[in-house]
Each structure stands twice: as C-alpha cells, then as structure tokens.
C-alpha cells in the first residue's frame, strides 16, 4: 500500500503541474492577444490623421499653397489633424502606463471640493463656449478623500469634458459629492448632464478604449475613445467601480466613491 500512496502522490503532482502549465499558456495566450489586439486599434486609430496631415500637405506642395481660397483652410486642417495626432499619443501613454501599473496610485488624503473647483476653472471657457453651465452642489462641507489627487483630477476632467461634449446647447453638468448615511466611509462623487444620453446597448460598452456610441461626433469633439477606459483603470487602482445610468435623449449620470480620510484631516495638505 505503500507504493500505491507514493503512485496516487505522483498522480496528483503530475496532474497539478499540467494544470499549473496550461493555465501557464492560457495566462500567455490572453497577454499576447490583448496586446496584438490593442496594437491593432492603435494603428488604426493613427492611421486616418497621418493620412489626412500627409494629404492636406502634398495637396499643398502641389499648387495649392498658391491659392487663397483654399491654402488656410487646408493648413487648418492639418493642424487638426495634428492636434488630434497629440491627445491620441497622451491617452495612449496614459493608459499604457495605467495598464502596466507602471503608474499606482499614490494615496494621499485630498480635498475633493478644492480639486473639483481646480477641474470647474479649468474647463469653465470650453464649457462657455458650448453654452453651458457647470454647476457644483456639494452636500458636505468639504469632503477628505484618501486618493491619489492627480489622478482623481484626470478622472474629472475626462467625465466633465465628456458632460461638455455630448451635451446639448444650453445644458447643464451637476457636480455632486455626497456621504450616504447607508456608507459613511465613503464619499460619493457624480458629474450630471443633461446632454444626449447613451442608449441601454452601449451602456456596458462605453468604458472600452475606443468605444465611441458616434464615431463622427466624437472626433468632431476631438475625443480619442479613450477617456472612460483611463477613468475606468484608475477607479479600480482605487478599488472603486464607475457607475453610469442614462436617459438616452435627457442625460447621463457618472458617479463613483472614494474612501473618506476624515479621521486624518488633522493632516490635510490640500
Ligand atoms: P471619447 O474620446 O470618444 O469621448 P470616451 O472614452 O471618453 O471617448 O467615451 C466613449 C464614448 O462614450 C463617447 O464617444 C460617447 O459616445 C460616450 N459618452 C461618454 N460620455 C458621455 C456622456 N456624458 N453623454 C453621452 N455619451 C457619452
């Protein structure tokens, strides 16, 4: 019998250790087609501005530079293109860096109303220009969240660029931050528009990069498709979750929550 114990041991092992390979392969199989696949999308996303910059410009070297009805207007257009070339090469090294973890989250314990009036100034002309008005209603005092501050801002700008863009003439962006009394340890942010919605379909799909619901409108607002996924990547460094609800025709809710240093606040630094 005891050989048989030393058999039924070697049996486990052998079969442990194939599992352990397979799982090995599954796990290189995964890496390697996500990064193909993503390197796929890159070059798609590049491809259409390199294209357009190398046409507007051979169109111009071959003549059209002399003629000024069309020589600024294609300049333009090529600045565009070149504009759009810059914020697609920052997002992407965001998020690579995000998805690497090249880039942890530093916690810190942060004023959220502070950043969030630092995120309102910043975005407040591009918000005129589209008419609307940014409102901030915060229910607490001031809120001290335990987060990594530069990161946060980012998740901020992206979701009230984003309540800019896909809003309508003369809307409006609510920005909220609440303590439920059903979670006290954390404090809930949410940015609110009364823009376009997302139908229920596009919902789940929205935080993938270079998802977009309209592809034209999107690059007309000079977006890259990769706003949500890099507010998506950052939350979860946070273990946070960002929730969305939407009307599609009247608005959209983006909100999340963030763990609340309130018993530090003898030591705030922001
Ligand atoms: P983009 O650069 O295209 O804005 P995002 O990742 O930030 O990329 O968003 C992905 C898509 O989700 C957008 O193209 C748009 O279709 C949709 N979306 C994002 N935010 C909103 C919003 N506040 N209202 C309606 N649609 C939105």
Same mark, same amino acid.
């Given at each position: 019998?005891?050989?048989?114990?030393?058999?039924?041991? +070697?049996?486990?092992?052998?079969?442990?250790?194939?599992?352990?390979?397979?799982?090995?392969?599954?796990?290189?199989?995964? &890496?390697?087609?996500?990064?193909?696949?993503? +390197?796929?999308? +890159?070059?798609?996303?590049?491809?259409?501005? +390199?294209?357009?910059?190398?046409?507007?410009?051979? &169109?111009?070297? #071959?003549?059209?530079?002399?003629?000024?009805?069309?020589?600024?207007?294609?300049?333009?257009?090529?600045?565009?293109?070149?504009?759009?070339?810059?914020?697609? &090469?920052?997002?992407?090294?965001?998020?690579?860096?995000?998805?690497?973890?090249?880039?942890?989250?530093?916690? #810190?314990?942060?004023?959220?109303?502070?950043?969030?009036?630092?995120?309102?100034?910043?975005?407040?002309?591009? @918000?005129?220009? @589209?008419?609307?008005?940014?409102?901030? #209603?915060?229910?607490?005092?001031?809120?001290?969240?335990?987060?990594?501050?530069?990161?946060?801002? #980012?998740?901020?700008?992206?979701?009230?660029?984003?309540?800019?863009?896909?809003?309508?003439?003369?809307?409006?962006?609510?920005?909220?931050?609440?303590?439920?009394?059903?979670?006290?340890?954390?404090?809930?942010?949410?940015?609110?528009?009364?823009?376009?919605?997302?139908?229920?379909?596009?919902?789940? $799909?929205?935080?993938? $990069?270079?998802? $977009?619901?309209?592809?034209?409108?999107?690059?007309?607002?000079?977006?890259?498709?990769?706003?949500?996924?890099?507010?998506?990547?950052?939350?979860?460094?946070?273990?946070?979750?960002?929730?969305?609800?939407?009307?599609?025709?009247?608005?959209?809710?983006?909100?999340?929550?963030?763990?609340?240093?309130?018993?530090?606040?003898?030591?705030?630094? @922001?």
């Amino acid at each position: 019998s005891g050989s048989n114990d030393e058999l039924d041991r +070697i049996l486990e092992l052998s079969k442990e250790s194939k599992k352990l390979v397979r799982d090995h392969f599954r796990n290189m199989d995964e &890496t390697d087609h996500y990064r193909k696949e993503f +390197i796929g999308d +890159i070059s798609h996303e590049l491809k259409t501005p +390199i294209f357009s910059v190398q046409g507007y410009l051979e &169109t111009l070297s #071959q003549g059209a530079l002399d003629d000024p009805k069309v020589n600024k207007l294609f300049l333009t257009k090529a600045m565009n293109n070149v504009d759009r070339l810059i914020s697609l &090469t920052n997002d992407l090294m965001e998020i690579t860096k995000i998805e690497t973890g090249e880039l942890k989250p530093e916690l #810190q314990i942060i004023a959220l109303n502070n950043i969030i009036n630092d995120v309102i100034d910043s975005l407040n002309y591009k @918000a005129e220009q @589209a008419q609307i008005t940014i409102r901030f #209603q915060p229910k607490e005092v001031n809120s001290f969240a335990f987060a990594d501050r530069n990161q946060i801002r #980012q998740v901020l700008i992206n979701l009230v660029e984003n309540a800019i863009k896909y809003n309508k003439p003369e809307g409006r962006i609510y920005i909220g931050t609440t303590i439920e009394k059903s979670d006290p340890e954390h404090v809930l942010v949410s940015v609110k528009d009364t823009g376009i919605g997302i139908e229920p379909e596009n919902l789940k $799909r929205v935080t993938e $990069r270079f998802y $977009r619901v309209d592809k034209s409108r999107s690059r007309d607002q000079g977006g890259t498709g990769l706003g949500l996924a890099i507010v998506k990547h950052i939350l979860e460094s946070h273990n946070s979750q960002l929730q969305i609800k939407s009307k599609p025709g009247s608005g959209s809710q983006f909100s999340f929550k963030l763990k609340l240093a309130d018993h530090y606040s003898d030591h705030i630094s @922001a």
